[in-house]
């Protein structure tokens, strides 16, 4: 790993990944309960492999569903805290540090890219769970510069499908951006007796997690944006639409010659998708 320390190093080995055509892949992960932080399943199991099948990015930027701001906001301390933004899991869930460093001056960089907005620098964030449980399985030496990007709540769809586009030159520069959140994610639906029934999904839930992905592969971003429009059933699978706009960071970070993943494509509980998407 290549430390980096300032916006001219920076700068310095990002011109040296754009000269040798480096373009990194960017993710949409569903991350689901605080609990993946801490257990090793088969939604884990994959996002361990995700990180050794693709290259070790300089640094890794996160949109997550669990910092809602007014405006938007990146994370510009040296050290970003874990952020335990939960309740009632076991003591050990709540004891997980995810020590890894930021960077001020990639968070600069990140803002300078932006012109549709003002980028607020946040000092008073960090890792929230929609983070730290994602990344300290994918890089568990904590040794990368994790930063988070806020998602200002009174815009809709289009406005941050649009923003991502502003982000575009970031894979360029060797930076994984990942969008976290749940395709389909109903708390208040929760088949709670089916909790340990790997795949169970509501017959609605299931039907607009097929029309998602088939719309995902089809490079129907229109159709995304204007998910309301998608299925009768669509306020049961996004009630609110805060795990879904990560998606919207994701497809509008799409390449032209971007090939299409899907993974961990299984239901939870009912309510729940953990379908996930790699783009690149």
Do not use: C
Not at 33 to 58: C, L
Request: no cysteine; glycine share 8%.
């Amino acid at each position: 790993m290549i430390a980096l320390s300032g916006l001219a190093a920076f700068n310095k080995f990002t011109d040296n990944l754009s000269e040798n055509g480096t373009l990194m892949p960017v993710l949409f992960i569903g991350h689901g309960s605080p609990m993946n932080g801490i257990e090793h399943n088969s939604f884990t199991q994959h996002w361990v492999k995700m990180a050794e099948t693709i290259p070790t990015p300089a640094a890794v930027l996160v949109v997550s569903a669990h910092w809602l701001s007014k405006g938007t906001k990146i994370t510009a301390m040296d050290f970003p805290e874990t952020i335990h933004d939960f309740g009632g899991f076991p003591p050990e869930l709540f004891a997980v540090q995810y020590p890894a460093p930021g960077s001020p001056a990639i968070a600069k960089e990140t803002a300078s890219l932006i012109h549709s907005t003002k980028v607020e620098m946040a000092h008073d964030w960090g890792l929230d769970h929609g983070t730290w449980t994602i990344i300290r399985h994918m890089y568990p030496k904590a040794n990368i510069p994790v930063l988070q990007l806020s998602i200002d709540y009174s815009k809709g769809p289009e406005y941050h499908y649009n923003l991502a586009k502003e982000l575009y030159e970031l894979r360029k520069k060797g930076i994984l951006i990942i969008g976290s959140g749940n395709m389909v994610h109903n708390l208040g639906m929760i088949a709670w007796d089916k909790l340990d029934k790997p795949g169970y999904g509501y017959d609605w839930a299931l039907d607009i997690n097929s029309k998602f992905k088939q719309l995902i592969y089809n490079g129907d971003h229109t159709s995304l944006i204007k998910y309301e429009t998608i299925s009768k059933d669509i306020r049961l699978a996004i009630p609110t639409p805060d795990h879904y706009y990560p998606l919207m960071y994701t497809l509008g970070l799409k390449g032209a010659k971007d090939e299409v993943e899907i993974f961990n494509d299984k239901a939870v509980a009912g309510s729940l998708t953990m379908t996930s998407v790699r783009l690149g």
